[in-house]
Every structure is written in C-alpha cells, then in structure tokens.
C-alpha cells in the first residue's frame, strides 16, 4: 500500500524557530560543535559527561532529548582556483584532491510532549495512525516557559568550555528554495546541504530510502548492554605499557564507524516518582513469584537495585534507546556494513541486534521533531548517568578559520585540515608568544615537518632566517629561489656586511654591527677593547661611508674599507695625534690582513653577489663545514645574528622567522647563549618567532641555555616519535611540563598509522591547553623538494640540470616517471 507523504509526516508547522508536531509537540533543534576526537584526558570526559547530566536535569518532565549524529562519507574537493598557488601548493592540491573522510554534524533536539499525552508504542506510532490530531491547543506562556529551559540547557552545556550550541531556525528547519532543511534531509537521508531529491521511501523489504538500502542495528533491550560503562574506554590502537589512551566510550558508533551512518541517541524524561511507584509495584509483584522461578529471582533482585540506587543516590530514573541506521546505495556492502557496525559494538561490550520488524516506526520517530512518538516498548529503563554514557561526544578534526598557517592531515583518514599554531592561540590567549622548539630523533620525520612548516610560512610573506646543519633545506631554498650560505674549498661562504640595499640606511644598528664585527675579528675572547679604540672604530666607519657617497663608483667591501683606513684614516688619526696606547691602528690592519685582498680569509667579507640580506626572505645559514672553525664561525654567527636583528627592527608589520637547527649546539658552545637568550625573550614583540631544532634528549637535558631560555619562552612544543624514548620519558614530560594527557598523546605518534599511507604523525602543544597529533603527509614532489635522502638529492639534482637547472621542472618530471614505475 503506498501513501503521500503529506498525509502521513508527523510535522505540522515551522514557526517561533520550532518544529510542532501533529501531536502537539514542540521541538527546539540545537547544532553543536563537539570537541574533536583524540584530545580530551580522562579528567576532561568526566567533566563533560557531569555537564551533560546537569543540563538533562535542568530541563521539565515528559522532555525527550533526541541527539542526532550524522557521519557522512565526502571527498575533500581541492581549490585550483587559486591564482597565487605556488607549484608544490598545487601539487598538494591534486595529491589530496578526491580523499575520502567522514564529515559530521550533531543536531540536539528537546522535544516537549503536552500534558497527558499517550506513550507510543511499535502498534501505535502516528506512520500507521489514520489520524493525527493534537489533543490541547498551546499557550504562549507554556511555549515560553519551555525555551526558557532550552535556554538554560544551553548555557549549562556551554559553560562546561567543550561544546557550543547554536539553535536553528526557521529556514534551517525547513527546506527552501536553494538549501534543505533538516526534516527533509533526515527523511530522505539527504547527503547534500543545497538541493536534494524526493524519493520513494519503502518497508516492504527492509528499510530503504530511494537507491540507499539502509540497516538499523539497535540498543533498546537491557539485556543486550554492556555490564559496565562510563565516561570515557581504553583506545587500544594508540595505548602503550605505559599509558592508557582515552575516547568516548560511544566513540566506536560514532567517527571511528567508517560508513554513512546516522547515530541516534534518545533519553526520556518522564515523571521520575511515577516510574518508582510503578517499579515498586513490579518488585512486589516479582517478590511473590520468586518461589515459582529463578528468573522472577533475579529479576526482582535487579529491580530491587535499582530502586535502591535511586533512592539512597538521588538518580533520576529514566528510560533510554540508542541505534545506528546505516546505508549504501550498492547492497553488496550491506554485509560489510553490518560487521562494521557489530564490531563497535562489540567494542562497548554491547551485543548488536538488527532490527527488521520494528525498524519503520523507529526510522519514522527519528524524524527531528517526532521524538516524543517513539515507540516506548523499544527503551529500557536507567538512570541519567548511565544513559548519558552513550552519548557521541567528538566530531572530527577541524580547519582553523585564519589564514595563518600550515596544511597538515587528520588523524584518522588523513583528510587535510588547516592549523594556526602562530597567530590564532596568541590572540585567543593560549599562548603568550610564537616561539616553537621542536624535538624529535633521527628518522622520526623532524626535517619533513620543519621543511614543511618552513614553505608554509614562506608563502604566505614570512621572512626566514635559517641556521643549518646537515643541507635539510637546500632543497627547499633553490624551489624557492632564496639564498644559501655555505661553505666548501671551490665555493667557500661569503658575505658583505659593509653594503647598504635599497631602502637600507646606515642607522645606529648596522654601524653597531659592523664595530661588533671588527672587534671580533680583532681582539680574542678573553681580550678587552677600551673607549679609545671604540671611538676610533666609529670614526673610521663614519668617515668611509661618506667617501662612498661621494665616489659612487667605489664597491662598498671590507677591501675598500681596508684600503681606506690604510690610505686616508692613518693620516687623518697622525694629524689628530691619536696615540698607539689609544688606537694601534697598525696592529689592527696586520691583524685584520688576512681578510684583506690576496689574504687567507679574503672570500669571506667581499661579497658582490646575495648582497642585500634585509629584502630577501629566504636565506639559509649552512655550518655544517665550519661549524668547528676557530675563525669563520664566530664570523658567520655576528653575521646571522646582524641579519636576523636587522630584519627582526627595521621590517615593520612583516612576520620574520629564525629557525636553528642543530646549530645551536655549536652557538651556545661558542658564547652566544645570551643572544639566543635575548632572542627568544623580545622576537614576539617584532612580530617574529624563534624556532629550535633538536634531536638528542641529552641535549636539552645538559644545556642550561635550552632549559631555561629556549623551553621557558617556547609556548609551542612540537615533540615527533618518542618511542625510543618512552622508558625514559618521565625525565622530558618533567622538563617540558607536559600534561599526563600530552604524555598519552606523544607516546600514541605514529603507533597505528594507515600502512597504505606515507606519513608520520607530529604532536603539537599550544601553551599547554590545546594538544593534538596530526599527520604529516605530502605529495611525491613536496617529498621531493624535501627529502634529506642522498640518493633521492642525486636525482632530483641530475633531473634539474636536464631542464637547465629548474629544480621545478626537474621535480615535476622525476615525480611523473616515479609514478609511471609504480
């Protein structure tokens, strides 16, 4: 027999922002934003589950709250819109283009029944009813009182800082013109939110909806649930010997079911002293049909619990029901489906049962607004805080909304999600500036995150600083044309801190730069400079810059300046009588020869090419050769320190970056301690941030400057795979103030990852309030561009010189014969 729809929906009307009901119901409908999986400690699901019960307990007798989860298989849909795409972002792009997750979205509905009105039952819903009428006409004031209460129920759930609540309206409740509402969308499981289709609806073979065969496996019996429960279960996958690792303890029904699936999620709030009276009533009926069978026994035992626990607790009784309707549109899937879905039940110690008979009247009060027609006989009693156990509380992870920031994976598909760990904790008050350190082993996957986050930054119109050891960021420098400092015997480093670029001036700092420069290469460590060779300094270095203003042809070099002081400076300190004990100038220019012309040190000060360092944003410091040289690295450190402060003062409003790698072993060890000090205590006010690469535990055990400075001013930690160290990890959650929940999150990296995948994961904190793992996965040619492996550089650099030495078109073409190999 078919009917119209029309005649049978049980929703009479939109208006006020609620859903009424044939039956007199009222309905208000809240969306919520739900924490996102696998960052709640155990602490933080107790806390939540108490908010849930005190909101229930908030609202009026004869209320249902219809919690409604809907989990959506979609394809993520890349932009190449994007005109500024640079090639490694539109790479990624077409990488991550069509990869499969499960969107969600959770509807809580609070429907109140009027006075008096009859329970349903599986032989009474309204889808077989001939005829619906409400039984009282509403009042305003009764209307009134009852969002009042919804209201309240919001604040309660808000409060809590885990969820926000936002209540729908008219239009969102009722389809238009160019978007579906949300009784439509249920009633033709609708997996678009702009337009959709009517469609058949038949029960005469199973349950299904237009071309979706679904399949409702329920939880409505006693007796198939779980001997215990609570607010939160052990997640196996990402637990070790030494942590327990925590998710909802309804989170298998909800993000970690991989299919279309709706969770339905029902609690019934009747008159609590009618429910005692009558279970007092079963009790005494049970007591005296003990004798005849063991059941009635066990039965009235059961009952007998129960009253007592409501009585010497205060537990609200009431009664609950808990399903998953799930569909495909191929029925080949329907088998997998059902192991799906059996499985994570299993998980919750809870026994699946498909519902067949009953399965249209449960789909048809699923209907947002005809909760309260349920069919009763299909719940079971309990108390509040055990039903709100299987409540879904996470959702999925989200992108920041900034435009700051870095692409990386969620967790469980790999579905890309933009992430702020810069500008969005600091203005919400998470973090107190922009500081990172970031410590992982050899291997864990450190240089493709840093590479990563590097070219992020570079992107969107950071300047980079970035001292290295090891050539992890040759790569990425040459992609993007920036310029690389290093050091060997054909091509050996050079700089040319005497030139002024365009729209540079000769202000205080850069005269102070270069004095600190000269002194250095002057005098020892242990030796001192008095006030007279300071001056002397200053006037030379007044007096030459104004030479080269007016001999425009002359170079400005440290050889020019050489020959400066040789031929016009002498004289200048002879006529002035400046005394030998005031200003050896001789012995200056014979210690300072060998950087001079022809000198052993004469490539080092006399650059004529990457000259002008303030303007260009990206450059790479690379000291793996020098890093031991008693004169060059001191040399090379003033230099990055001059630059990087230059940029740090006279950029105004631009976002600079220094980022030191394993080099700061080797600063620390050479007396800059205090600059990295200096550093990381003022870079936040110049709208900068300081980033430290490290790999070895021992490092940042046994240097003071890493303990104290760098770690005390770094509000983000980046920590990858600890698990080397997990015996031993009780010593660096101590020195980085992690959180028992941080130290569950560090220790699960990389511990079930997708094996059909190429990634490792990362775990980021953000002031120690915000901690998530996320996955760090690229495409063939951002791998590429940043792969630290010789042989996979060997390639990529004999691929760049077959096109004229474009490291682009060589990686576009190498990637494009790696994946015709495979």
């Excluded at 925590?246 to 970690?256: C, D, M, N, R």
């Excluded at 001192?528 to 300071?534: D, I, L, M, Q, V």
């Excluded at 010789?790 to 790696?818: H, P, R, T, W």
Aim: hydrophobic fraction near 35%.
């Amino acid at each position: 027999m078919q009917k119209v729809i029309d005649d049978v929906l049980p929703i009479m009307d939109v208006q006020h922002d609620c859903i009424l009901s044939k039956q007199g119901d009222i309905t208000v409908v809240f969306k919520a934003d739900l924490p996102e999986i696998f960052t709640l400690s155990d602490q933080e699901y107790e806390t939540f589950h108490q908010s849930w019960i005190k909101a229930i307990k908030i609202l009026p007798k004869f209320c249902v709250l219809h919690k409604q989860d809907w989990f959506l298989e979609k394809h993520y849909k890349a932009d190449f819109t994007s005109d500024d795409s640079s090639f490694l972002k539109r790479s990624s792009e077409r990488f991550f283009n069509e990869r499969p997750f499960l969107d969600h979205s959770c509807y809580i509905m609070i429907t109140k029944k009027p006075q008096g009105r009859k329970n349903s039952s599986s032989l009474f819903s309204n889808l077989i009813r001939s005829s619906l009428a409400p039984e009282q006409t509403l009042k305003m004031e009764l209307l009134q009182d009852f969002i009042d209460s919804t209201g309240q129920f919001k604040r309660i759930m808000e409060d809590s800082g885990f969820v926000k609540l936002t209540r729908l309206e008219n239009h969102e409740l009722k389809s238009q013109s160019r978007s579906i509402g949300l009784i439509e969308k249920y009633c033709f499981l609708s997996e678009s939110e702009t337009s959709f289709v009517y469609k058949d609806i038949k029960f005469s073979q199973g349950l299904q909806v237009g071309d979706k065969h679904c399949q409702l496996f329920t939880l409505g019996d006693s007796a198939d649930l779980p001997g215990l429960c609570g607010s939160r279960i052990n997640y196996d996958r990402y637990s070790t010997d030494r942590t327990k690792f925590s998710v909802g303890f309804a989170s298998t029904l909800g993000q970690l079911l991989s299919c279309n699936h709706i969770y339905n999620q029902y609690i019934f709030i009747e008159d609590g002293q009618k429910t005692i009276q009558k279970l007092e009533s079963k009790r005494l009926r049970l007591q005296s049909l003990s004798a005849y069978s063991r059941g009635n026994l066990i039965a009235r035992d059961a009952t007998n619990d129960f009253l007592n626990e409501a009585m010497s607790q205060q537990r609200v009784p009431v009664k609950a029901h808990f399903n998953v309707l799930a569909w495909s549109s191929d029925v080949q899937e329907l088998k997998e489906i059902k192991n799906k879905v059996s499985s994570a039940l299993a998980q919750m110690d809870a026994a699946a049962k498909q519902e067949t008979v009953g399965a249209p009247q449960i789909y048809w009060a699923g209907i947002p607004g005809n909760a309260a027609d349920f069919p009763m006989n299909d719940t079971f009693d309990t108390f509040t805080e055990q039903a709100v156990c299987f409540l879904n509380m996470e959702t999925g992870y989200k992108s920041s909304l900034s435009p700051m920031g870095i692409r990386l994976g969620d967790r469980l598909t790999g579905k890309p999600v933009h992430v702020d760990i810069s500008d969005e904790p600091v203005r919400t008050g998470i973090c107190t500036n922009r500081n990172k350190f970031i410590l992982g082993p050899s291997g864990s996957g450190k240089s493709f995150f840093t590479n990563h986050m590097v070219r992020s930054y570079y992107e969107q119109g950071t300047h980079i600083v970035l001292v290295d050891v090891g050539h992890s960021y040759k790569g990425l420098c040459e992609m993007v044309g920036g310029y690389y400092f290093t050091y060997d015997e054909k091509n050996p480093i050079r700089f040319n801190p005497f030139y002024i670029g365009e729209g540079d001036s000769l202000d205080t700092e850069k005269k102070e730069s270069i004095k600190t420069l000269l002194l250095a290469l002057w005098k020892k460590d242990d030796e001192t400079f008095n006030r007279s060779e300071y001056v002397a300094l200053s006037n030379s270095l007044q007096l030459y810059y104004e030479k080269l203003e007016t001999n425009p042809d002359i170079f400005p070099c440290f050889n020019t300046f050489y020959e400066f002081l040789k031929e016009d400076f002498v004289p200048i300190l002879e006529g002035d009588n400046v005394k030998e004990k005031d200003f050896d100038v001789n012995n200056f220019l014979y210690v300072l020869r060998p950087y001079y012309k022809d000198g052993e040190f004469d490539y080092l000060l006399n650059a004529s090419e990457n000259l002008d360092l303030l303007k260009e944003r990206f450059i790479v410091f690379e000291l793996d050769n020098i890093k031991d040289h008693p004169i060059l690295f001191p040399v090379v450190t003033i230099i990055i320190m001059e630059v990087f402060i230059s940029k740090m003062r006279k950029l105004k409003g631009v976002r600079k970056m220094i980022l030191i790698e394993e080099a700061w072993k080797a600063i620390a060890r050479e007396g800059m301690a205090e600059y990295i000090k200096y550093l990381f205590k003022t870079v936040r006010k110049f709208f900068g941030e300081a980033i430290v690469v490290t790999q070895e535990v021992e490092d940042i055990i046994s240097s003071p400057v890493v303990k104290q400075a760098i770690i005390n001013n770094s509000d983000c930690k980046i920590l990858l795979d600890q698990s080397k160290y997990q015996n031993k990890f009780d010593q660096i959650q101590e020195l980085l103030g992690l959180t028992e929940k941080e130290k569950a999150l560090v220790l699960s990296v990389n511990k079930s990852n997708d094996p059909d995948k190429k990634y490792k994961e990362v775990f980021i904190s953000l002031g120690g309030m915000l901690s998530k793992v996320y996955r760090t996965e690229v495409s063939l040619e951002e791998y590429l561009a940043y792969t630290t492996e010789e042989s996979e550089k060997v390639k990529v650099n004999a691929y760049a010189q077959k096109y004229g030495g474009d490291i682009k078109k060589g990686i576009a073409a190498l990637a494009f014969d790696m994946r015709n190999e495979t």
